[in-house]
């Protein structure tokens, strides 16, 4: 057990990917069922995600995932990883976060981004466009605004029943978001772990520029990316190829699919651009034994002063993917790991 990992939070985001195989209420009953076992295994956090029209993700509406996590646990921390601001009215966000709050006081988390839909088909359907996230501070600080009172945007109006509490807002940001961050005193979400240097330096300069604030009186590190622990390296990879599949699909095709099985990945003859972003998915991520991902780990929280770490891992197998949470878990003291 590495004393550098035992000091860190650990935490779970998770996108409810599709499989083959499997539908999208399937997906959302995984993401359920995930959060019960990490829950047990003494995670810090689960976090739900946001996307819309993806036809490899089934989660759509993260505060409605929210609720039903927070209804089948009860002490881990739920939240989102995150709501995408830009999609939504800030009176709506914090009206939907202080229903989470109220019935489950104490453990709901406020994940923020900055994205808005993927596609101008989207975007239309969603009635936004491009230019709505360029204005993301002042979403945000009217968001946060409905939780002390003091929005100016809508005198006489108050977001019910989120005026007066406190749920922690969280900002998923790289770059330009990084210092939204700091400017407005919030804890930063950063990724991915494989662009090592860019992080490093958004992480740097969010802690340069960090202004305290109610919400946080000092700069608050989470990083996150895909973390596979398992007995091999061979099996370790072979968990990482559904998701590297997907993304190199994406890439070629301009869809996003659900998780296809290894096996099926390894008769799949591939184009040479196929090829190249198969393999660059495949590269950069912590995997490995629990020797060399403790070890890759821990370089990862020392080179970035993390606070904490948020694993973002997808895969087709589910129990190899709890088996992998469990080494994980092992790792960092969270529990007895029997593997």
């Known amino acids: 057990m590495s004393s550098v990992i035992a000091s860190t939070r650990l935490s779970v985001l998770d996108r409810s990917r599709t499989r083959e195989g499997y539908d999208g209420p399937a997906a959302l009953r995984d993401t359920v069922r995930l959060a019960q076992e990490l829950e047990a295994l003494g995670y810090h956090r689960f976090w739900v995600s ?29 939240g989102t990883g995150g709501v995408m601001l830009p999609n939504h009215q800030p009176l709506v966000v914090a009206e ?12 709901i988390d406020m994940g923020l981004g900055r994205s808005v839909g993927f596609t101008d088909g989207i975007r239309r359907a969603l009635g936004r466009d491009k230019k709505d996230a360029e204005d993301f501070a002042g979403q945000l600080e009217e968001l946060l605004g409905w ?7 809508h005198p006489q109006v108050h977001a019910r029943p989120a005026e007066g509490l406190r749920v922690p807002p969280f900002l998923l940001a790289t770059g330009e978001g990084a210092r939204i961050a700091a400017a407005a005193g919030l804890p930063l979400v950063i990724g991915d772990i494989r662009g090592r240097e860019r992080m490093l330096a958004a992480i740097d300069r969010y802690r340069l520029d960090f202004r305290p604030s109610p919400w946080s009186e000092q700069p608050y590190v989470v990083v996150s990316g895909t973390v596979v622990v398992a007995a091999t ?21 301009g869809v996003f699919p659900p998780l296809a099985p290894p096996e099926r990945i390894e008769e799949l003859t591939m184009t040479e651009r196929e090829r190249g972003f198969y393999e660059a998915g495949l590269r950069g991520h912590i995997a490995g034994t629990q020797e060399q991902v403790a070890d890759a780990l821990e370089a990862v929280v020392k080179d970035s002063g993390a ?33």
């Open 233 to 253: 390296e061979a099996e370790a990879r072979r968990l990482l190829m559904p998701e590297a599949w997907a993304l190199a699909y994406s890439r070629t095709h």
């Open 50 to 78: 946001e996307h819309h029209s993806v036809p490899g993700v089934a989660g759509s509406a993260p505060t409605v995932l929210a609720a039903a996590v927070a209804a089948a646990t009860s002490t881990i921390r739920v």
């Open 96 to 107: 939907q976060f202080g229903v989470l709050e109220s019935l489950f006081p104490g453990r």
């Open 147 to 153: 939780f002390t009172g003091e929005q100016t945007a």
């Open 307 to 339: 606070d904490e770490v948020l694993v973002t891992t997808s895969t087709y197998d589910r129990a190899a993917l709890l088996d992998s949470f469990r080494r994980l878990a092992g790792i960092a003291g969270l529990t007895s790991c029997d593997a």
